[in-house]
């Protein structure tokens, strides 16, 4: 065979990117740090501080809070003036990295590496061996992540896009419905069609009961612990309420039978109802996914979606970016008709499904 001639341009260039790769996932320890520590806080909305300034506002050591404000100024995630020796977050990047209720805030996504970091063992044995890993096994930060990642964009869009993209579905739900919010997680995309619609009945469903009791506990603190019934039960089991309304949020390529969980949907819609299916923005040709957000899902794909779809028997296992000619074929299969694009984000197609 011969020799590969190797161009050592890009094998610097290449190199170099892995090593800013490296240094990404180091910010991202950094950023989880600032957020837990009230550091973004301390800095939001004040202008120029000293490192002993940003220290003292959020109750830290000095010395490690100047280290880590030069790792942020290295990051470009706030701003170094070297006249005054101050450091400062700007009103964009406070968006990010300080506001909570921001639909772009950040720090707690970081949850999701380090919670696939701790399961690496269970990540070796299912690549070897085939075995699913199911939500339940993960380690916790896991579903803290996964949620906290999702709920912004979903307060932002929900209830205020995505449920008037649908037809007909708003005024049903100000008539008042049941609606289902299969595999609700902790319960914030439930919460938030709830406290909209005070007229329509909501019920969540999941299989994890960690997520299930932090759901609950989010209904209370909302006060809306009457309204809201979280239970039990997986997308082939929950019991049939007539739904007017059946909502997959970022749900279903989760499954390890897509197909029987839309059939099941069908079975339990009442005449007239609507799905409401969200998922991972994808394209349906892998090179039309060779993005930044295509990186982010191929890769939690590898290790969340595809591991517990396997865990549950991986009758069809969609991945997180199975695109819209699988995801109508699977509705098309359960006996659905009707499969329109209603809107989208960056992160996320949403669905109009009905029989």
Request: with cysteine.
């Amino acid at each position: 065979m011969d020799t590969p001639v190797i161009d050592t341009a890009k094998v610097e260039a290449f190199a170099m990117r892995a090593v800013g790769d490296v240094a990404a996932a180091y910010t991202g320890v950094m950023v989880s740090l600032g957020s837990k520590l009230g550091l973004y806080r301390a800095m939001a909305g004040t202008g120029p501080l000293s490192a002993k300034e940003v220290a003292r506002r959020a109750g830290c050591a000095e010395r490690y809070v100047r280290e880590w404000l030069n790792a942020q100024a290295a990051a470009g995630y706030l701003g170094y003036h070297a006249v005054s020796d101050t450091y400062e977050l700007s009103p964009e990047q406070a968006m990010v990295l300080a506001d909570e209720d921001s639909p772009v805030y950040i720090p707690q996504a970081w949850n999701v590496p380090a919670a696939m970091w701790a399961d690496e063992p269970k990540a070796l044995d299912a690549f070897r061996s085939g075995r699913g890993v199911a939500w339940g096994e993960h380690d916790a930060r896991m579903a803290c992540g996964v949620a906290a990642f999702y709920r912004n964009g979903y307060r932002a869009s929900l209830v205020s896009q995505w449920l008037p993209a649908l037809d007909g579905v708003v005024a049903q739900l100000e008539a008042g419905i049941a609606v289902a919010d299969v595999g609700c997680g902790h319960g914030h995309s439930t919460l938030l069609m709830a406290q909209a619609f005070p007229n329509s009945r909501f019920f969540g469903y999941d299989t994890h009961a960690a997520s299930l009791a932090e759901a609950r506990r989010h209904a209370a603190a909302a006060g809306a612990a009457q309204r809201v019934d979280f239970s039990a039960a997986s997308a082939v089991s929950y019991p049939d309420q007539r739904y007017g309304l059946i909502c997959f949020f970022d749900t279903l390529h989760d499954l390890g039978d897509p197909v029987a969980a839309a059939r099941h949907a069908a079975e339990t819609l009442a005449p007239g109802g609507t799905v409401l299916l969200v998922e991972p923005f994808a394209n349906d040709r892998v090179e039309d996914n060779l993005s930044t957000v295509g990186q982010l899902f191929y890769a939690g794909s590898s290790l969340i979606c595809c591991a517990h779809a396997i865990s549950e028997g991986g009758t069809l296992v969609l991945g997180a970016q199975a695109g819209p000619k699988r995801l109508a074929d699977v509705f098309r299969k359960a006996g659905f008709t009707h499969f329109r694009r209603a809107a989208e984000t960056p992160f996320n197609l949403i669905y109009e499904v009905r029989r």
